[in-house]
């Protein structure tokens, strides 16, 4: 069984740009997260959808949104990239979301210069 | 809301030996999960063990292993035998049963000294 892709794996982008990341989960999996991880803030909670919704939301500002599409894929996008964006970003999926546990992708690493 | 704390930011221990890993968390929930995620230099996150909140037995997993506290909101890790490849950053994290959530904590960088 294929594992949690994420694509790109590394990005480069210019301050006021926006980025588009994609995750495409386990097969069966419909709960798709997103967490920023970076060395000062450790790992934090983005968004996570379910069946195309988004269910949880964590604290961050408007510029980062998501979706889910129908056959469980999500995208993240970042708008009016800022420095502190820089970060790696992961994408995790669960068959259901809640108490099962949740499978990683590699990551994408952003670098906003 | 719900916290996790790893009190520990590094740790090392020789090749061979035991080392604990702490964590602790804040909830007013009593039914969650608890799990521990290793993450190598590869940047992949990799399950390392998973316990239910209203299980009382302690989960192990070949050479790791939990101690469970739930009135003490603890739940620390156990690697035995330490081995090379155990070197990584080790993540606890906390999931609500009813949400898809998931809360963690800062992460313990382990060393493991040949």
């Known amino acids: ?113 | 809301a719900q916290t996790v704390t790893q009190s520990q930011p590094e740790m090392s221990v020789q090749e061979a030996e035991t080392v604990t890993l702490s964590c602790t968390y804040d909830t007013s929930e009593s039914d969650y999960y608890l799990f521990w995620y290793k993450q190598p230099p590869s940047r992949q996150m990799i399950l390392v063990i998973r316990q239910e909140a209203y299980k009382q037995q302690n989960a192990t997993e070949n050479r790791f292993s939990v101690n469970f506290q739930k009135a003490a909101k603890s739940f620390s890790l156990k690697i035995s035998d330490s081995q090379l490849g155990d070197a990584a950053m080790y993540f606890c994290a906390y999931i609500n049963t009813n949400a898809g959530k998931s809360t963690f904590g800062d992460g313990t960088t382990l060393t493991v000294k040949p």
């Open chain 1, 1 to 113: 069984k294929a594992g949690v892709t994420q694509t790109p794996r590394y990005l480069i982008k210019t301050r006021g740009q926006q980025v588009t990341l994609s995750c495409s989960p386990i097969s069966g999996h419909r709960s798709v997260s997103w967490y920023q991880q970076t060395p000062g803030q450790g790992l934090q909670f983005l968004f996570e959808y379910f069946s195309e919704t988004q269910r949880n939301k964590g604290n961050f500002p408007g510029r980062f949104s998501g979706r889910q599409f129908s056959n469980s894929r999500s995208e993240m996008n970042v708008s009016t990239l800022e420095l502190g964006d820089s970060a790696l970003y992961l994408c995790a999926s669960t068959r259901t979301g809640g108490y099962t546990e949740a499978f990683f992708g590699q990551g994408t690493r952003l670098t906003v210069v």
